[in-house]
Each structure stands twice: as C-alpha cells, then as structure tokens.
C-alpha cells in the first residue's frame, strides 16, 4: 500500500476511537489526527535502508523490521515519547502510546493485504504475510478512506468514522472472494490441460478491482491470464498511440475467454536455458531468488565480449508495459555460445532500467 493511504489509515482509525469528549489528559481529536497520519506513515521509514544498500538488498529488507508485530509495541513507545517531547510537555507519553500502537497496526494490515509479502515477525523470521486481494495502489481502497474521514468531519461524529472502516473491510473481504472466484478460473483451466500444476493464484490488478492476473504454474514456468471479471466481450485492440491507461486496460479479457500466455522460468530456447540456469542459481541473484515469488527469464543479451541474463517477477509483469524490478546477472566472459555456462567471467548482479 502507497505511504499516503496508510497514513490516511491511521488518521481514520484515530478518528473512530477518539472519546467523544477528550478528558484534560487526554489528546484533542486535532493532535490525534495528526498523530494517527504520522504513525500510520512510520512504518514505511525504512526506506531510509535505500540510501545505504542497493535495490534488491531494500526489496528484501524493506516491510521487515518497522512492520514487525512483536516490534509493534516498542515502535509505538518510542513514537509517543517522541510525540511527548514535540508536544513540549502537555502530554505524557501515555496520552500518545494508544493512538501510534493502532496506526501502526493498520499500517501492517493495509500491506499484509497486498501482493508484496510483509515480514510480520521480522526479525525473528524471514516469513512473509500476504493475502493478495488489494493492488499495492488500490484508488478505492483509498478512497473509502478519504470519505470516512470527510464524513467523520462534515457530521463531527466518529460514527461516520467507524462507517468509513466497517465498508473498508467490507471491500477487502469483497475483494478475498473476487480473488476466490478468479483462481477458480485456474482451477479449471489446470483440470482441462490435464496439468499437474504446482500452484495456482490470482493477484489484483491496477485501475480496477475487477481486473485480476491469473497464475497457473508447472513445473517448467508459469501460464498467465489477465482477467476483468465484469467485462462480456474483450476490449477492441488500442491504437499505436493510445496512451498507458488505454493499453493496460485493454489487458484485460472477459472470464470466458481469456487468453493465456506460458513463461517458461528458464526461456524458451533451449541454447539459452542452461546459461539462464547458470546466472539463476549464481550467488549475483541470491538477492532476486529471495525477492522474486514467480521467477522468469525476461531476456539474454550479448554485451560486448560478455552476456547479461535478466530475470523479473512476474507478481509485477504488465505485459511488457511495465515492469520495475528486471534484475540480470551480467558477466564479461563467455557469451554462452559456445555451450559454456557463462561463468568463465564472474557474475555480477544489474538492475534493467
């Protein structure tokens, strides 16, 4: 979940649990708020772990520690002591501790939702929580959020509040069940292949709570469909120059007829698949093999006398419109042609830009 939405979490949920009447020692619903949004950002400080590590050393670091809930506790005594001392006094850190422990535990629950995987009990375990029903920007996830929180104001009651959070988890289970019924899709499409499949999901898509990605996966790759769950007949093909949001949108084929596509892990030439395996299984990609949840080979390109294997994660593929995280192990030795494995030159981890 995107920074803003989590911290508009924690504003909305302070908002809900503020009393009525605060007590002389207790915060006004003014400093509440703004401690909620505060809160409900921190846990995404870490990005501070980008400014001394490379990206796929982040990747893995990043929802770990500051979203851990045996930490939960500690991270929040340590904000309100933090709140007490900005507040100069007024309030002891008590007045803060509630208010920072509950935005920072529907910060961890707006991202265990999503696709990414949260290391809930970091560090004690590398674990990673997910129930993948919401897209990582989800504008109605936010939305809802927006409009308790406008409620809540226009009405002064935190009724509205409570409101705003009963209908956001109303559309998170809506979206569980919309996950339910698209994995559904797999299930079948599996069973009429005849496939022993080692594991079959769905993820959320963008611009749509209707849009979702179908993965089938066997043991050689992975057997992608991209779904709208509401649409009848399939989008007419975009032009040439039609902009991002027109191609993306286009994706996505009705449940009856969709089109799937086969990524096999290691490619589909077989000259390649032994150097693809190589630079998989080399220490350069240690990084990427921990990070990526549906591994597949994006490209092999010649680099002057050396070769580059690039690898992406297919959790965040578009087909080809985008796709962040492309991670290659490159080296200046052999080029593969000549049967070798490649690592004739060490192998060295590259980010695709």
């Given at each position: 979940m995107d920074t803003l939405t989590h911290a508009l979490s924690g504003m909305l949920l302070a908002r809900a649990t503020a009393p009525a009447v605060p007590?002389?020692?207790?915060?006004?619903?003014?400093?509440?708020?703004?401690?909620?949004?505060?809160?409900?950002?921190?846990?995404?400080?870490?990005?501070?772990?980008?400014?001394?590590?490379?990206?796929?050393?982040?990747?893995?670091?990043?929802?770990?520690?500051?979203h851990s809930l045996p930490l939960l506790p500690l991270w929040a005594l340590l904000l309100a002591g933090v709140f007490a001392l900005l507040w100069r006094g007024r309030h002891s850190w008590r007045a803060f501790y509630g208010v920072t422990l509950l935005a920072l535990f529907i910060h961890v629950s707006g991202d265990v939702v999503t696709v990414y995987g949260?290391?809930?009990?970091?560090?004690?375990?590398?674990?990673?929580?997910?129930?993948?029903?919401?897209?990582?920007?989800?504008?109605?996830?936010?939305?809802?959020?927006?409009?308790?929180?406008?409620?809540?104001?226009?009405?002064?009651?935190?009724?509205?509040?409570?409101?705003?959070?009963?209908?956001?988890?109303?559309?998170?289970?809506?979206?569980?069940?919309?996950?339910?019924?698209?994995?559904?899709?797999?299930?079948?499409?599996?069973?009429?292949?005849?496939?022993?499949?080692?594991?079959?999901?769905?993820?959320p898509q963008p611009l749509s709570p209707f849009h979702w990605k179908i993965l089938v996966q066997d043991e050689q790759g992975y057997h992608v469909a991209d779904v709208h769950r509401r649409r009848s007949r399939a989008v007419p093909e975009p032009a040439p120059d039609a902009g991002f949001f027109t191609r993306l949108a286009a994706l996505y084929r009705p449940l009856d007829d969709p089109q799937w596509k086969y990524h096999p892990q290691f490619g589909a030439v077989a000259e390649q698949t032994a150097l693809a395996q190589a630079a998989w299984n080399d220490d350069a990609l240690a990084g990427m093999?921990?990070?990526?949840?549906?591994?597949?080979?994006?490209?092999?390109?010649?680099?002057?006398?050396?070769?580059?294997?690039?690898?992406?994660?297919?959790?965040?593929e578009l087909r080809n419109l985008r796709n962040p995280f492309v991670f290659g192990a490159c080296s200046d030795g052999s080029d593969g042609s000549d049967g070798s494995d490649g690592s004739d030159g060490a192998w060295r981890l590259e980010r695709l830009r």
């Open positions: 007590r002389a020692d207790q915060l006004t619903l003014r400093s509440r708020l703004l401690v909620g949004f505060v809160a409900g950002a921190f846990p995404d400080s870490d990005v501070v772990i980008r400014l001394f590590s490379d990206t796929i050393t982040y990747l893995n670091l990043h929802r770990g520690v500051t949260t290391r809930i009990f970091a560090p004690f375990s590398d674990y990673r929580a997910q129930l993948p029903a919401i897209f990582i920007i989800d504008l109605w996830f936010t939305g809802i959020i927006v409009a308790g929180l406008l409620a809540a104001w226009w009405w002064r009651s935190r009724v509205a509040a409570l409101l705003g959070l009963v209908v956001l988890a109303g559309y998170v289970a809506a979206q569980s069940w919309q996950m339910g019924q698209a994995r559904d899709v797999g299930v079948e499409y599996a069973a009429a292949q005849g496939m022993q499949a080692v594991a079959i999901n769905a993820l093999r921990r990070f990526a949840e549906y591994p597949a080979l994006y490209a092999v390109k010649e680099r002057g006398g050396g070769v580059c294997v690039w690898f992406y994660d297919l959790r965040f």
